[in-house]
């Protein structure tokens, strides 16, 4: 989240887009709530009719796969009714911007494209640069070249008659919810946009979100409260495991995993350095060697030092992708030969289901680390399998539970809270720590007998306590301190060795700080541990930030981007619920943390672009500088925005028998996937709670009354649901929830399934992800669980 | 200490089912076994109160002026202020269901309670709900045991949303009918509902954000079964015997024959 949970009482508008949270995070209701109270509109835009729709103000259905159609389309309607907020995207945004001329756009394809390599290389899209180096502006919004006019261009193909022929939202429903939406572009108004899973989970995940951020951006939103762009977050640490990269692409602090042609420190450093000439670019990037080279000082403490590139040989060079189904091809492929799954469950939850259990069969071994047996640690046993035909050697390691440990939890609003150890693990169970650290030393001792290259781990700096490992002395490692007694004479501060250091400010590249992650540097401090703190005195601007509650990463900031919440003079473009506002007297910012403490007006708001300006126009994105409607891998319909039917920069697999791409003419029906309020992901820690079982027992598919009388389906009949990878049993839920889509003229049916359920546990079920394809977003490679095609019967016998 | 109130401010409410699993949780109910939904129009599960279930979350899907709406609301006991089952409850001299008139709290007493059933056939929502194991009546306490140590009930503690509230009845009352007004502005049709029921009132007041036609199972002019009376009068010759649940079973019979007559 840009904001954070409390921030939504100051909306004036929310649009609730790709979220079901008043199911999958009912917290927010409690302050969606106090908004309403205060007269906020609520929105709610789902293919199905949910308990958020319920408590909305206002409700308009689509069809699943088309949020850029129907976001393209309010973008379109601000344009061209000049509903945006002129003077923030003059000034903030890169709308301003001159892009090269070599940029184009035809039939759904950017330039730069190579259609044998399905990818871009991006050369086109640069921006126009003046004589020292600098973006080539025009505040007027009005040269043709600029991304404001480019921008329009784009999205003028996006009319309310396309988009009701593409999405099937009826056009009053979408044009009431444009008229809501862009109410907000003044000044004293603000709306605020959640998403989830409904956003992400398609092959046009990332772009779907780059819409929601365009029309914030036009409409000023970004950066001020009750404003932003908020993911909520599917787990309640989710966004601690994101922030210390539990990914394939990145490392702690959203650095970059190095790749193969990163051949030593310094190419890696100058690759992944962002430069900017522009004296109003703070370009906060260009720490990132303080940042690296503090992490590798973490990773391998003395070893680490300036002559060996702070051991910088010892990191893995990827040379490609190695995201969740990349890795199940390959295990597939018998490629991988173990396999770690700590709190997970891909058995249930990864796309493909029956692929990816048959691919866990080519493992020599496996860990499966949860509270309760899982699928994954089951597969040898479920249904249909002989176990004698299973060479895999499976260990299930028993985990503590949350309440079972002491920790920190990162929620979706950043907000990192310190939660203390409730009650002992029953059994044999251990916290993921404990295990860790068990697994780190028995392989230490191993490879101090040697092997062939045994120094990453011989070498690695591991000592966090005996038995179980002290949270405390690894949260002070993620914060860091220094190595030796250091000087800031500017800063007029100095530091012993062993000191916390204070800030990411502090950090340093010569080895004389350590920090196991530069984002959380300021958390755990000489002051002690801030994430511990609770303390309820809101900050001056009384606007619910509790600065002194938890910490927020970076830097205590509760809103980021908050210097595009003032005007450029500094005054808060909304003096009711300012964030930031500059002291003339005292020359400073008050209220939350700035983004940089400069004077307004000297710096651009963005720190973290290069450009210092927010994107409109995206350089960096794998499949286009702006979104384009594409369909989903798997549709009824062809693409009526262009002749490009699916997103042309997505990775398309392939594999013979398993990787099946469906069409409609067998599988008509387009299906979504699901979570409830009552069960957990894959269902693991609640299909084993009684309470919990008897309230959802069992998985179920929703359908429209239409569809069900087409197909003499009644509500509670077991019904059969099919798609080219496999078939799914389920109860049929018949409800006017769903209605059919007209869809160009042509009425399309949509039903949705949960996917909580599996063969181990006390309630049991097929999972939807037995139907759901191993396709992937063209930048994150997330599944599209969101929109598939499918047919359902009733069971027979 | 002063009379307690529950509000269910049922607008607010999403059916995240919290309070529910918060119940069973408190009482240490054990799950019931189901299978699919109980009822058409959403995810309710068990079928209905029993034994182990003092709470349940009812769903409404209706389709009004073209409108879709999804509606929730929680049935259970609603402490009335005379509460029918008190009256009708025949052991004696001291009742087994028990009317705390301080605090306007309803609860069975089970080491008095005989499991006759009494206090479920005078209900007017019929709520009490006897389990054949231990013969004993059961329904929501009122959380008496947490609100007696300082504690609010577990079903308001779970809710996230802030439909439910436990505070003063006469905040309680107050609330309700601001959350009345707070309706009407968005344009709903409100109806409290508890405040003046039975002709003086419940300790829990619902407030439904739309007309009661909506919610079809829910008692628009609830009354207690007129019979009551007669009932005691049945119960007058046992005066000084042990009255047991058969006894009282075999009276209720009567109670019901003369019903059924009157009936046609």
């Known amino acids: 989240m840009t904001n954070h949970w409390i921030d939504m009482i100051h909306a004036d508008v929310v649009m609730i887009m790709g979220s079901n949270c008043a199911e999958n995070h009912p917290i927010a209701i409690r302050w969606l709530q106090r908004a309403k109270e205060r007269g906020a509109v609520i929105l709610s835009v789902d293919p199905r009719f949910t308990r958020t729709s319920s408590f909305a103000d206002h409700y308009c259905k689509l069809r699943s796969g088309t949020d850029i159609a129907f976001v393209g389309g309010i973008i379109n309607y601000a344009l061209q009714n000049n509903l945006i907020h002129k003077e923030y995207v003059a000034e903030y945004t890169n709308g301003s911007c001159i892009i090269s001329k070599d940029f184009t756009f035809h039939e759904g394809i950017f330039s730069s494209y190579d259609s044998d390599k399905r990818s871009y290389d991006k050369k086109s899209w640069g921006y126009e640069l003046d004589e020292n180096g600098v973006p080539k502006r025009d505040e007027s919004l009005k040269d043709p070249q600029c991304v404001y006019q480019l921008l329009k261009k784009h999205f003028a193909r996006y009319t309310v008659d396309a988009v009701n022929r593409i999405t099937g939202a009826p056009p009053d429903d979408f044009t009431n919810i444009c008229k809501i939406l862009t109410s907000t572009n003044t000044p004293d108004r603000v709306a605020t946009w959640l998403y989830a899973m409904g956003t992400t989970q398609h092959t046009h995940g990332t772009q779907n979100i780059r819409s929601y951020v365009i029309l914030q951006l036009l409409l000023g939103n970004i950066g001020r409260a009750g404003g932003g762009i908020n993911a909520l977050r599917g787990e309640s640490n989710v966004q601690g495991s994101t922030d210390m990269c539990l990914l394939f692409h990145i490392i702690p602090g959203y650095l970059k995993s190095p790749h193969i042609d990163n051949v030593n420190l310094k190419a890696y450093l100058e690759k992944w350095t962002p430069k900017s000439n522009d004296p109003m670019s703070a370009n906060w990037w260009s720490n990132y060697p303080k940042y690296m080279v503090s992490l590798l000082k973490a990773f391998w403490g003395e070893k680490a030092t300036k002559k060996n590139d702070f051991c910088y040989d010892y990191l893995p060079k990827r040379s490609g992708n190695y995201s969740h189904i990349s890795l199940f091809e390959h295990m597939y492929a018998g490629n991988i030969k173990g396999l770690f799954c700590f709190g997970q469950n891909p058995a249930v939850g990864g796309p493909n289901s029956n692929m990816e259990r048959k691919a866990l069969h080519k493992l020599d071994w496996l860990v499966a680390v949860d509270l309760w047996d899982t699928e994954t640690g089951d597969f040898w046993k479920r249904p249909g399998i002989d176990p004698a035909s299973i060479n895999t050697e499976v260990f299930m390691l028993p985990a503590a539970g949350s309440m079972e440990k002491e920790g920190s939890i990162s929620n979706s609003g950043r907000w990192v809270q310190w939660r203390y150890k409730a009650v002992d693990p029953p059994g044999e169970a251990k916290s993921d720590a404990w295990i860790l650290d068990k697994l780190v030393r028995a392989l230490k001792k191993e490879y101090e007998a040697g092997g062939v290259f045994p120094d990453p781990i011989r070498d690695l700096a591991w000592d966090y306590g005996h038995e179980e490992p002290d949270p405390h002395t690894i949260a002070k490692e993620i914060n860091g301190y220094f190595t030796e007694d250091v000087n800031f004479p500017k800063k007029n501060k100095s530091f012993k060795k062993g000191d916390q250091v204070p800030s990411f400010a502090y950090l340093k590249d010569d080895g004389s700080t350590v920090s196991g992650n530069w984002l959380y540097c300021a958390s755990y401090t000489n002051a002690g541990n801030m994430t511990a703190r609770r303390g309820t005195e809101d900050a001056i601007n009384k606007i619910g930030l509790y600065p002194k509650w938890s910490w927020c990463w970076p830097v205590n900031r509760r809103i980021i981007y908050n210097r595009a919440s003032v005007d450029p003079q500094g005054k808060p473009w909304d003096d009711k619920r300012w964030v930031i506002r500059w002291n003339k007297e005292t020359k400073k910012w008050e209220g939350d943390v700035p983004d940089g403490g400069w004077a307004p007006g000297t710096k651009h708001p963005f720190i973290m672009r290069p450009e210092g300006l927010a994107c409109v126009f995206s350089t960096s994105l794998a499949d286009g500088p702006f979104p384009e409607h594409y369909e989903p891998v798997e549709s009824p319909v062809n693409n009526l925005m262009s002749k490009t039917q699916v997103n042309p920069a997505i990775k398309i697999w392939n594999t013979p028998g398993v990787d099946s791409i469906g069409t409609s003419d067998k599988y008509p029906i387009i299906a979504t996937t699901y979570r409830v309020s009552e069960h957990w992901q894959a269902g693991c820690m609640t299909r084993n709670l009684p309470w919990l079982v008897e309230l959802v027992p069992d998985s179920f598919v929703e359908l429209s009354t239409d569809l069900a009388k087409r197909k003499g389906i009644k509500n509670g009949d077991r019904v059969v649901v099919t798609s080219a990878r496999g078939k799914a049993g389920a109860y049929a839920l018949v409800t006017d929830r769903f209605e059919p889509f007209t869809i160009d003229g042509r009425q399309v049916d949509e039903v949705g399934l949960t996917w909580h359920f599996g063969y181990t546990g006390l309630a049991k079920g097929d999972s939807a992800n037995l139907l759901t394809p191993h396709v992937g977003d063209a930048n994150t490679m997330i599944p599209e669980f969101k929109a598939f095609l499918c047919d359902i019967e009733k069971e027979v016998g | ?264």
Not at chain 2, 93 to 121: F, T
Request: charged content about 25%; aromatic content about 8%; overall charge neutral.
């Open chain 2, 1 to 264: 200490m002063p009379k307690k109130g529950l509000l269910f401010d049922m607008a607010k409410c999403t059916a995240c089912r919290g309070c529910q699993v918060a119940c069973k949780q408190w009482n240490q109910l054990p799950a019931e076994k189901t299978t699919f939904f109980a009822e058409k129009g959403g995810y309710q599960n068990p079928a209905a109160l029993s034994p182990h279930t003092y709470s349940l979350v009812k769903f409404y899907e209706v389709k009004a002026d073209g409108q879709l709406k999804w509606l929730f609301r929680i049935h259970r006991c609603l402490h009335c202020s005379d509460p029918a089952c008190v009256k009708a409850c025949p052991v004696e001299p001291v009742k087994a269901m028990v009317h705390d008139k301080e605090r306007g709290m309803v609860y069975v007493n089970k080491e008095l309670c005989i499991g006759c059933g009494a206090c479920n056939d005078y209900c007017p929502w019929n709520i009490p709900q006897i389990d054949d194991d231990t013969e004993k009546s059961t329904k929501c306490t009122f959380c008496i045991d947490r609100v007696s140590n300082g504690l609010e009930p577990a079903c308001t503690k779970a809710c996230p949303s802030g439909a439910l509230v436990y505070d003063d009845y006469d905040k309680i009352l107050k609330m309700a009918h601001q959350a009345k007004e707070r309706l009407e502005a968005e344009g709903k049709h409100p109806t409290i509902y508890g405040e003046k029921e039975l002709g003086t009132g419940t300790h829990k007041i619902t407030v439904f954000p739309e007309s009661l036609d909506y919610y079809p199972d829910v008692i628009k002019n609830p009354e207690v079964p007129a019979d009551i009376g007669f009932f005691h009068e049945l119960l007058k010759p046992l005066g000084g015997l042990t009255i047991t649940a058969s006894v009282v079973g075999l009276l209720m019979a009567r109670v019901r024959e003369v019903r059924e007559k009157e009936e046609v």
